[in-house]
């Protein structure tokens, strides 16, 4: 399965920013950088550090579907890829569950449309080994300027 890491952010296009730094917790920074250099699988451990312990509904939920999108990926890495697009479809419902536009200052519907064009062929197919899997960009994220607020 080829992986194409995604670009090196340059300074002009960070991922985030100081006050993103402040604002948020650092399990969550941690996973956003882990993510994007294409360490998916310690994405997944930073992220559930942070879901494990006394978060609110919302963050919960929304961190329970970065963690599934990252674990598609690794899933791919690995070549499992009825493991990824399982992944993949609970990471979706997750994210229709939370009804956010924006949470944690992630656009979640572009990151949602970068996730889908990443990854809809896996249903393609009654089973995604049957298919071909082209060449994967995985989403980059980037947050969006404004702080928000999270419970």
Same mark, same amino acid.
Request: aromatic content about 10%; glycine content about 6%.
């Given at each position: ?32 950088? &882990? ?61 229709? #569950? ?24 896996? &249903?393609?197919?009654?089973?995604? #080994? ?11 994220? #980037?947050? &969006? ?7």
């Amino acid at each position: 399965m080829n992986i194409q890491a995604p670009d090196e952010l340059t300074q002009e296009c960070l991922a985030y920013t100081d006050a993103h730094l402040l604002a948020y917790p650092v399990e969550y920074i941690a996973g956003i950088d &882990l993510y994007n250099a294409g360490e998916f699988h310690a994405a997944h451990d930073a992220w559930e550090d942070r879901w494990m312990g006394e978060v609110g509904r919302d963050e919960k939920l929304f961190l329970q579907a970065m963690i599934q999108s990252a674990v598609a990926f690794h899933h791919l890495q690995i070549s499992r890829p009825g493991a990824a697009r399982q992944m993949y479809l609970r990471a979706t419902e997750k994210f229709e #569950r939370l009804g956010k536009n924006v949470f944690m200052s992630l656009d979640i519907k572009g990151y949602q449309e970068q996730l889908d064009c990443a990854l809809s062929w896996l &249903l393609t197919a009654p089973d995604p #080994r049957d298919v071909a899997p082209p060449e994967i960009v995985p989403p980059t994220i #980037r947050l &969006l300027p404004e702080i928000g607020e999270y419970d």
